[in-house]
């Protein structure tokens, strides 16, 4: 029996002679643990360096690879030139001195009449590094990390506050984008004394066409005039909706349904978490000095932890 050899590819030199390279396998686990900036210049290198890199099992290895270096992302809006920078640095760093990173500039994309005067912004957390941006009807999906940007079709707003949040369904390993079309507070008529309804729709990044946008069904009655942070957690994407309730929408099965938030709590002044895999919102009380933490578990049940700062001693209860 012939011994078994590692799988190589074999080329010619300028001689004509038979080289070996190095394995395919071992060439991709070496790729994927290079730094970001180091794989968009690779990908030059040769069409199968580039179709190595392309390749969907290579973003998926690079990004739990990432993962064990995760890096903090923050952005600035420049208004004169209406362009939005983005930065990262590394999360977990021992030394004293953190340098950030310039990722990536968006520009003003496209002309926009209403809106031409404002750049994009960043509206919700990122999801697997992916940053959802938005300026008026326009939403925009970037990928700091490789520089690219998909720009989706422009919603019909009608003149409607448009609100946009990323998600990704981890079980059809798909990402979306839903969009909340609203009127403010006060003002129920469109042109023409048009009656304009709120209205949900989603798109799939991966399907993006004029008429990508699909409608989402709302449950009858609930109606809300403004949204509140973002986050999505195991496919669903959680957002508040007034003082003391919250959105929830399933991803893959593109379903809106309302929750209660607990009882006398003003979920406006929650920062939202991911505690564990669970939806969860953290509140500081100035008058008390203690900072309260909510867990939901299930529906309508919620876990509460109440940290009292200045002691540093923690309550629990249920």
């Known amino acids: 029996m012939e011994d078994s050899q590692p799988c190589t590819s074999r080329n010619l030199d300028h001689a004509g002679n038979s080289t070996t390279s190095i394995p395919l396998k071992l060439t ?50 420049h208004l004169d030139s209406r362009k939005l920078f983005i930065f990262s ?70 003149g409607r506050v448009t609100h946009a949040r990323l998600g990704y369904d981890p079980v059809e390993d798909e990402y979306k984008v839903l969009c909340v079309m609203m009127m403010l507070d006060g003002h129920e008529r469109g042109r023409r004394g048009i009656k304009l309804e709120q209205e949900h729709v989603v798109s799939t990044l991966s399907s993006c066409r004029p008429e990508c946008w699909r409608r989402v069904e709302t449950p009858t009655g609930e109606s809300y005039t403004d ?13 508040g909706v007034g003082h003391n309730t919250i959105a929830r929408f399933d991803l893959r099965y593109e379903k809106m349904m309302f929750i209660q938030a607990p009882k ?23 008058l008390y000095d203690e900072m309260r933490l909510w867990v939901q578990e299930k ?16 309550r629990f209860w249920v």
């Not at 006398?264 to 100035?286: A, M």
């Not at 529906?299 to 923690?314: A, F, K, R």
């Open 299 to 314: 529906e309508e049940l919620w876990n509460n932890m109440t940290c009292d700062v200045i002691q540093e001693s923690c």
């Open 28 to 77: 991709f686990e070496i790729l994927s643990r290079l730094p970001a900036k180091s794989i968009i210049r690779f990908r030059s290198v040769s069409m199968l360096w580039r179709s190595i890199i392309d390749s969907k099992d290579f973003a998926d290895a690079f990004l739990t690879w990432s993962r064990t270096r995760p890096r903090l992302l923050f952005s600035f809006n």
């Open 227 to 239: 949204v509140e942070g973002g986050l999505c957690i195991n496919g669903t994407i959680y957002y």
């Open 264 to 286: 006398d709590d003003d979920i406006t002044s929650w920062n939202f978490i991911n505690h564990r895999g669970k939806f969860g919102g953290i509140e500081y009380d100035y």
């Open 89 to 158: 640095a590394p999360e977990h760093e021992k030394s004293s001195t953190v340098v950030a990173r310039h990722d990536m500039t968006i520009s003003n994309l496209g002309y926009n009449k209403r809106y031409d005067a404002y750049p994009y912004y960043i509206t919700c957390p990122p999801v697997n590094g992916l940053i959802c941006c938005t300026r008026g009807s326009s939403i925009a999906v970037c990928n700091p990390t490789t520089r690219q940007l998909l720009i989706l079709p422009n919603v019909r707003a009608n």
